[in-house]
């Protein structure tokens, strides 16, 4: 597919590469992505075919497929794509990181990769059908990395470490055997203080230092060699070469001074160098597999079997073998392990662990449960309505590995580094060495000193930073009902100036509630008693409002006949023999009712943002009905949304309000949240022009809702907010998923990707500077070798014990509750 001939000096060779395209029905369309990729810098020929739905462009080498799709998207068309996992061996710092990107993305076809140092595994995004698992693996081991298709969850679930490199087992092995060996070496050094001046002889050095050397140190050969091969360099390199050279001299010494007592060797150098640093990778090891901690909590969430109801009674299956439709049996204490509609029983049910809530549930008959919740002491029959990958676990699973995949737009300037990192520090060992050759004068002190340059510097630190902050405060965030999609995500998040609420549904409760019933006789059950019988067979929210009011307080609806609706202004009904309207004030005008008599509580209900329907009567002879009284309906405000609005506001963050409702009604909710502005009347389809609007004047725009009509605004915004309690529509548009409908979650939302994205900044501060400052102290002689491999070997220890600072981490509302138990945030739960 490669094309010989040569581009313009500095554009690299042509290539010829074919593009699938996806949503051309004719030749006008296929004449719009022609023309769409011409305009490309660097295309030189495009052939579009619409019979194969697939477009032939040569272009420069340098103009990425990522481009090339993302002007046929500008068009109006699909590149049409697929994602790749791999999980990869071998990797040891940022530089092996960049190396094997750059190998993916040289595949034909990939349009882009990302590697977590973190979790040591790709991702690749190529041309559908143009690069399959094996050839993404052969590309990985040319590039001297191990390369396998991913673990699946059940292999990671009853063995973690399979799928985190080397085992723990044989890493602390390896790391006791190095430090026996070289304690004996080190013991001399320590006595020295004291006075005590004692040294092994050289050939017993030379026996405890090379198993340590050759043996244990054996993988950093075999991967700086793999490296060499690769015209690259990497940690393992620095390390082999540093360690080799300590080594080396010392052997010169020990034929140079063959017999003499007190003779300078640096066996314990080369030794000790190669203990810390395996050292500080099993420690390294140890923290990395608790920032995947949340993910393993979540996997082993789902039971391997369950138990199904069927004609011949309960049976014990395997998990797998479940299907939708299925009746579970599900006994008190056990995990629920389908998501389903419970058909018999009642219960509470702890999902704690799926949206972060604390307090158990209570579930009954028509509710819904998800897989993985523990039932309390109920006995539950469940209609399994999704299993396996379509359960809201697995979901939830899958959206955590998605975010902690995924490479962070900050992450680019390490990229940049990483990639010139080890050979910079091969230069600077180099003029090292040199400069103290030439100025010093003592060849010993020139070469420890190199020695010290390589082994400190650490392309590691760089390469943890950032992955194992996004995992352990995306990892946290889930285990309390917190789903960051992705890495951009969660850096866009910290930088919300203005929050966008939509009204009903995720700042209320979405269910209007009969708020007051006043009748003009001052009879209210008898005012219920005809509203309730007009409303019985209707399924408007207002009629569920008035009839679940008549069955609280006791009251029998009448019978009603001749039942219909007046589209747009109510209903009416016979109903005792008198024909009964429920409608707003319009219909009321049309019978000519007198509304004198309650006209000061409608306005007063009004005011306050709820919506009034009257009750008139009259009889077939009657020319105009009699008013019986006023009905208000409110959508009541969720507790947790003053909390929210407050938390928000001390983050030093604008809240704003969208709705369809009138002006009255939303200036009668924001009043009670102290909401800064809001928009009121706006209709769906205008909602993402109100976000584009708060945008225009410099904010960082978040929206936040949970139906169809709030997923344009969700696009829209910044960053998107879903509450999980609403549509997958909305989800799918939304940045951030709250598994919970509770508005306090935006502000701790907001608080984690803040707190995670300040965990960056200060290992990528910490990991730069100790670079910048460790390597000068090096080379001007301010640091031993040993002194530089223990530096060295922690240093990525320290980066990744300050990402796991997040777990510690804990919304605003439990640490509230944790100091006054008596008295929470937010109200009464």
Known sequence: MNQADLAPPGQGNLRTLRLPIRGMTC????????????????????????????????????????????????????????????DISGLSCASCVGRVEKALLGLEGSVAAAVNLATESARTTVLEGEASLSELVQVVRR????????????????????????PADHER???????????????PMLLEPFGVHWMLPGWVQLLLATPVQFWLGAPFY??????????????????????SAAYGLSIFELVRHAGEAGAPYYFEASAVIITLVLLGKWLEGRAKRQTTEAIRALQALRPDTARVRSAEGDTEVPIEDISVGDHVVVRPGERIPVDGKILEGDSHVDEAMLTGESLPVTKQAGDTVTGGAINAEGLLLIDTTAVGTETALARIIRLVEDAQAAKAPIQRLVDKVSAVFVPVVLLIALVTFIAWRVFGGDVQTAILNAVAVLVIACPCALGLATPTAIMAG????????????????????????????????TLTVGKPRLMLATAVDNDRRALLRLAAAVQAGSEHPLAQAVLEAAGAEGVQASSADQVSALPGRGIEARVEGRLLTLGNTRVMNELGVDFSALSETAEDQQRQGRTVSWLAARDDTDKAATLLGLLCFGDEVKPSARQAIRHLHDLGIRTVMLTGDNRGSAEAISQVLAIDEVFAEVLPAD?????????????????????????????????????????????????????????????????????????????????FVYNVVGIPLAAFGFLSPVVAGAAMAFSSVSVVSNALLLKRWKPAREEAEARDPANPPGGDR
């Open 27 to 86: 030749s006008s369309c296929a004449g719009r992505v022609e023309k769409a990729l011409r305009q490309l810098d660097g295309v030189k020929e495009v052939s579009v075919n619409l019979a194969v739905d697939s477009a032939q462009v040569t272009a420069v080498s340098v103009l990425s497929v990522a481009d090339m799709a993302e002007a046929v998207r500008l068009a109006g068309y699909q590149v049409p794509t697929e994602t790749i996992d791999l």
């Open 143 to 166: 590039a001297g990395y191990g390369a396998q298709a991913p673990a699946s969850t059940s292999e990671r679930v009853s063995n973690p470490q399979a799928h985190s490199g080397s």
């Open 173 to 187: 092995r390896a790391v006791i055997i190095a430090a026996l060996l070289s304690l004996p070496l080190i013991i």
């Open 222 to 243: 075999r991967a700086g060699w793999h490296a060499v091969k690769a015209r690259t360099g990497n940690m393992d390199l620095l390390v082999a070469i540093g360690t």
């Open 474 to 505: 995306t990892g946290v965030a889930a285990q309390h009902g917190i789903l960051i999609k992705d890495a951009i995500a969660l850096e866009h998040a910290h930088r919300i100036s203005t929050v966008a609420f939509d009204k009903t549904g």
């Open 687 to 767: 909602k993402a022009d109100a976000i584009a609007r708060l945008k225009q004047s410099g904010a960082t725009v978040a929206m936040v809702g949970d139906g169809i009509n709030d997923a344009p605004a969700l696009a829209a915004a910044d960053i998107g907010i879903a509450m999980s309690t609403g549509t997958d529509v909305a989800m799918h548009a939304a940045g951030i998923t709250l598994m919970r409908g509770e508005p306090a979650l935006v502000a701790e939302a907001i608080d984690i990707s803040r707190r995670t994205y300040s965990k960056i900044r200060q290992n990528l501060f910490w990991a």
